[in-house]
């Protein structure tokens, strides 16, 4: 069973930077395509980032791209979400998810329905 750990939120001022790590652990293909989502309070789950399992394809959600880089260390099993120049939208729990091959077509990164493996969240908050 493939798990998911987030780890490096929480509570940071307006225009800091902050990095979010995802360890994978349970599987013995490092080829899955991986990705963030977020939650804010009273909002839908929102896609945020996504990469393919070389690292060589990104996408990011609209509020988020120029300032948000995804990326991945296959050594080491895990995802980062760089975040830069924080505002309080970006207020939220941030979910790591991972699609297992073969690769998870681009089209469908965006819903979170076609995801197989979620991890518990990391809150971030951001304030003024």
């Known amino acids: 069973q493939v798990q998911l750990a987030e780890s490096g939120g929480g509570l940071m001022q307006a225009g800091a930077s902050l990095r979010l790590s995802c360890a994978a652990s349970?599987?013995?293909?490092?080829?899955?395509?991986m990705g963030w989502f977020r939650q804010g309070a009273g909002n839908e789950r929102e896609f945020v980032a996504a990469?393919?399992?070389?690292?060589?394809?990104?996408d990011y959600g609209d509020s988020v791209k120029g300032r948000f880089t995804i990326s991945r260390d296959n050594t080491e099993d895990t995802v980062y979400l760089q975040m830069n120049r924080l505002k309080r939208d970006d207020t939220a729990v941030y979910y790591c998810?991972?699609?297992?091959?073969?690769?998870?077509?681009?089209?469908?990164?965006?819903?979170?329905?076609?995801?197989?493996?979620w991890g518990q969240g990391t809150q971030v908050t951001v304030s003024s």
């Open positions: 990469i393919t399992w070389n690292g060589a394809g990104t």
């Open positions: 349970g599987r013995s293909d490092s080829r899955y395509t």
């Open positions: 998810v991972a699609d297992p091959p073969p690769y998870l077509k681009r089209s469908h990164w965006y819903h979170l329905e076609n995801w197989d493996y």
